[in-house]
């Protein structure tokens, strides 16, 4: 069991730029896929970024380039910062843990702990 908490979010101008925390505690979260996903108002919710416990990391296309996804293991926590940030990055961010298989999972469904959220917006 892991608990997660998201910090960081907030209100920037476009090209900006704001680091995310994930707190994490109960487990250590070297033993877990980590991700963040974000989901806009009347959108689906997107898989961001993820690293492995081994360190292996993905970004999805939009935010390759502009968006780090980082850890780390002595405090437990979670990081993206995010650069460049644009109006379409508006969203709520999330932060999740999944327990590790074969490979890190794409679907939310699959992530086993979530943080409650952290509000990003982004004006032009």
């Known amino acids: 069991q892991v608990q997660l908490v998201e910090s960081g979010g907030g209100s920037v101008q476009t090209g900006g730029s704001l680091r995310l925390s994930c707190a994490a505690s109960?487990?250590?979260?070297?033993?877990?896929?980590m991700a963040w996903f974000r989901q806009a108002a009347g959108k689906e919710r997107e898989r961001v970024a993820f690293?492995?416990?081994?360190?292996?990391?993905y970004y999805t296309a939009s935010v390759e380039g502009r968006f780090t996804i980082s850890r780390d293991n002595a405090k437990n926590t979670l990081y993206l910062e995010m650069n460049s940030l644009k109006p379409e990055d508006t969203s709520m961010y999330y932060c999740?843990?999944?327990?590790?298989?074969?490979?890190?999972?794409?679907?939310?469904?699959?992530?086993?702990?979530w943080g409650q959220g952290t509000q990003v917006t982004v004006s032009s």
């Open positions: 999740a843990a999944a327990e590790i298989g074969r490979s890190c999972p794409v679907r939310p469904v699959d992530y086993n702990y």
């Open positions: 109960g487990s250590t979260i070297s033993t877990y896929c």
């Open positions: 690293i492995s416990p081994g360190g292996t990391t």
